[in-house]
């Protein structure tokens, strides 16, 4: 699970902590509110730090990017588009002098 969506999650479950604790707790609508924005808050924070120090300790080992198979990769991208871009350009070029040819005649 990612760490926005456990904190999403968790922030949810204390809101919902937090109506229940009110309707239970409160005698008015300011202290309701009260009750659960302080729950909700707390939920919120406890989530963060949660998930910071689930990532401190999980101990994330950092893999180098494959930098020349990915620029190999694009090197092939853009031939590739070179060439159809060719073909295209011949394609319009030839095709311009088969239209302008068939006038020629019907002149």
Excluded at 42 to 52: I, T
Excluded at 56 to 64: F, M, R, S, W
Excluded at 87 to 93: G, R, T
Aim: glycine share 6%.
């Amino acid at each position: 699970m990612r760490g926005s969506n456990f904190v999403a999650f968790f922030t949810i479950q204390g809101f919902i902590a937090g109506i229940v604790f009110g309707v239970l707790q409160s005698d008015s609508a300011e202290d309701f509110l009260i009750y659960v924005l302080l729950i909700c808050t707390f939920f919120y924070l406890f989530a963060h730090l949660c998930v910071g120090l689930y990532f401190q300790t999980l101990g994330i080992k950092a893999h180098p990017f494959p930098k020349h198979t990915h620029e190999r990769s694009l090197d092939n991208y853009v031939r590739e588009i070179n060439r159809r871009e060719q073909f295209i350009d011949a394609y319009y070029a030839h095709k311009d002098e088969l239209l302008s040819g068939s006038e020629r005649r019907k002149a």
